[in-house]
């Protein structure tokens, strides 16, 4: 293909509708394949690097991020018009991410160590020498969120825990912040490049062209994918990762409501706070994260509805991200607004870019139940508050789908046992007395739950996140020399190995 012919987009800046930096180069199906098969090709060096060498190079990769950090920070805030603080704060958790994996990683205990010795006398039969550890899967596909940048981009949780567990990847770069990840794959390209290591390891595709996502998903040799974003994109990718000749395993994040429940006692206590403490939550970010409070369930209480007014009284939001999505923000509030029986409470409009005005609907359980369309999840700053007697919570956690999250507001001392049980039921994490926006990179973390909010009942932020791009593999009778490292007797890479039981 000539210059002349080649295809290119260019970002556009949500802050003003201008577009923002070079025109980027748009992949066509023969480029993606080349990307992947040169992936393949190398896909085992990391398979064979050992944990020191292998910590080493996330920790280079997020040297190498850091070092970028000023021209990320000038190119994310452009695409999508987040302040520079968000910015700078998902430039150090994406580091932080890579740290986070270089600690696991060093140890070994990600790999699963285990080594069963022949035994004679081992009942009901005698047992074979048999040993097991996890192996990366090969070459897998990530695709970028539009609402992260960074932290959840083409070097998010997902490409991180997938190189953490030694595969290659080929991450979709999203549209949207298309400089932004172009700069990640130097900064990537480069930490491989001083770790001796090939640079085909890590690359990224970009375009508009929505059958880039489908030339990832069914080419033969992406052996796993990992998603975030919306249930329409995500239901896509399931549906190609099963309909394969060789399905694979699609670990997508979907989004969620995070409904949340608030007690009778809660409101006698702080009514006000709670009120303030939601508007400010669906809010934050401009009502862009996966984790805001898109229902709340609350009994009748006039205090907290005048503090809900209040607390939405003349205020704003940053542009969205796109003007796709503002665009449906706004087609979903107006169908919304045509509901009978719904108060709709408005904070003030933008008037730049792809502002959009921030919107909060009051109504009952029955009104609900009776229109669908209030339960769904809409992107942007919106919240559905619904009023009912806390005796219906039980109920209604019952029937809510698959959530990340579900909070509960309680007083003092008040016992919630059924509520949270029931809820832990729907939900990946279970929040008391907080707000569900802002996920912890930690151990601990669980994001992601039954569907549809995630295809899997994995997480995508955290270490565990890693065990998603490995599998286990048994080496039965094997001598010592013909063994893996981490199946050795001599372990002489020192991964944490259990012996016999």
């Not at 280079?60 to 603080?85: F, K, N």
């Not at 559905?384 to 209604?396: H, K, N, P, R």
């Not at 832990?424 to 994490?429: E, F, I, L, T």
Request: one cysteine or more.
């Amino acid at each position: 293909m000539t210059s002349a012919q080649m295809k290119t987009f260019t970002a556009v800046k949500p802050a003003d509708g201008s577009n923002y930096g070079v025109p980027i180069k748009e992949f066509n199906q023969s480029e993606v394949n080349d990307a992947i098969d040169a992936a393949a090709r190398v896909s085992d060096e990391l398979r064979q690097v050992s944990p020191a060498d292998h910590a080493a190079l996330l920790r280079a990769i997020a040297a190498s991020i850091e070092s970028h950090r000023a021209s990320l920070v000038e190119s994310a805030c452009a695409e999508t018009a987040l302040p520079e603080a968000r910015i700078s704060g998902e430039i150090t958790r994406t580091t932080m991410q890579f740290e986070l994996f270089a600690r696991l990683v060093e140890t070994g205990k990600h790999l699963d160590v285990v080594i069963d010795k022949a035994d004679s006398n081992y009942s009901p039969a005698p047992r074979p020498d048999i040993r097991k550890m996890n192996a990366p899967l090969g070459v897998v596909a990530i695709f970028a969120a539009s609402n992260f940048p960074l932290a959840f981009s083409v070097a998010g949780g997902d490409a991180a825990s997938a190189i953490a567990a030694g595969n290659a990847v080929v991450a979709k770069a999203h549209p949207s912040h298309p400089n932004t990840c172009a700069t990640i794959q130097l900064a990537i390209k480069d930490a491989l490049k001083k770790c001796n290591l090939s640079p085909d390891l890590y690359s990224i595709v970009q375009g508009v062209d929505p059958q880039i996502t489908h030339w990832l998903a069914l080419h033969p040799s992406i052996q796993a994918i990992g998603f975030t974003g919306s249930e329409t994109v995500g239901r896509i990718l399931v549906n190609l990762g099963a309909g394969r000749e060789v399905p694979i395993p699609v670990f997508a994040e979907m989004g969620s409501l995070n409904p949340i429940f608030i007690t009778q006692e809660a409101l006698s206590e702080r009514a006000e706070a709670l009120a303030t403490g939601i508007i400010d939550s669906a809010l934050l970010g401009s009502g862009q994260f996966c984790t805001k409070p898109g229902l709340v369930f609350v009994p009748e209480n006039e205090v907290f509805i005048t503090a809900i007014r209040q607390a939405l009284s003349g205020k704003s939001v940053a542009p969205l991200l796109s003007k796709t999505i503002a665009d449906r923000y706004s087609s979903s509030i107006a169908e919304l607004s045509k509901l009978g029986s719904v108060e709709i409470i408005a904070g003030a409009s933008g008037d730049n870019g792809f502002s959009v005005t921030p919107t909060v609907f009051i109504t009952d359980w029955k009104t609900a139940e009776k229109n669908p369309h209030l339960l769904e999840e809409h992107f942007g700053p919106t919240t559905v508050i619904i009023t009912t007697d806390e005796s219906e919570f039980l109920s209604i956690a019952d029937q809510i789908q698959g959530q990340l999250t579900g909070s509960i507001h309680c007083a003092t001392n008040e016992d919630v046992t059924p509520l949270s049980s029931a809820l832990s039921h729907r939900v990946g994490r279970v929040i008391m007395n907080a707000y569900p926006t802002g996920v912890a990179v930690t151990s601990a973390m669980q994001h992601g739950g039954p569907w549809p909010s995630s295809s899997s009942h994995t997480t995508s932020v955290g270490v565990d996140a890693i065990y998603r791009f490995l599998r286990p593999v048994a080496y039965q009778g094997f001598d010592q020399m013909n063994l893996p490292s981490p199946l050795q007797d001599s372990n002489p890479w020192k991964v944490i190995q259990e012996v016999n039981g």
